[in-house]
């Protein structure tokens, strides 16, 4: 039994895979911890419903540190000893500039596609380290 975390979980291929993951048996995947930053999109809030405590909905800001701490200690009390098998580091954007020669959200791109998912698995390392997987997929 394997237990994934799944950042960017609210909507797109984030949804996705928890929702695939959500359909396999528990002999196969014992939980999804399906991380959003803001509001449970409906879409993730059938699939929670649905899979009877099988998926777990976890609040987590990537960009922000005290939130991913809190988030981390969600993740240790549900895992309830067990460690976390795979990471998937979904979260992040790429929004368009107003030109090359600006590229006036370069920071805010790198901050979440770069440095968020350093501090994010940073942050779940120890809890990595006690799964039998220990898998980190970034995309």
């Keep these: 039994m394997s237990s994934y975390l799944v950042t960017g979980a609210g909507r797109g291929l984030g949804l996705q895979f928890v929702q695939l993951l959500s359909k396999r048996p528990m002999s196969e995947?014992?939980?999804v911890l399906a991380t959003v930053r803001g509001s449970i999109s409906k879409e993730l809030q059938q699939v929670a419903r649905?899979?009877?405590g099988h998926v777990v909905v976890v609040h987590l800001v990537p960009t922000d540190a005290?939130?991913?701490?809190?988030a981390v200690e969600v993740v240790k009390q549900k895992l309830a000893g067990r460690g976390l098998d795979v990471l998937i580091n979904?979260?992040?954007m790429m929004e368009a500039s107003e030109s090359v020669e600006l590229m006036n959200n370069l920071r805010r791109t790198l901050e979440?596609?770069?440095?968020s998912v350093h501090n994010i698995t940073s942050a779940l390392l120890p809890l990595l380290r006690e799964g039998t997987q220990k898998k980190v997929l970034n995309l």
């Excluded at 979440?112 to 440095?115: F, G, I, T």
């Design 66 to 70: 005290n939130s991913i701490a809190r």
């Design 29 to 31: 995947v014992s939980i």
């Design 50 to 52: 649905e899979s009877q």
């Design 112 to 115: 979440l596609n770069v440095e």
């Design 90 to 92: 979904n979260a992040g």
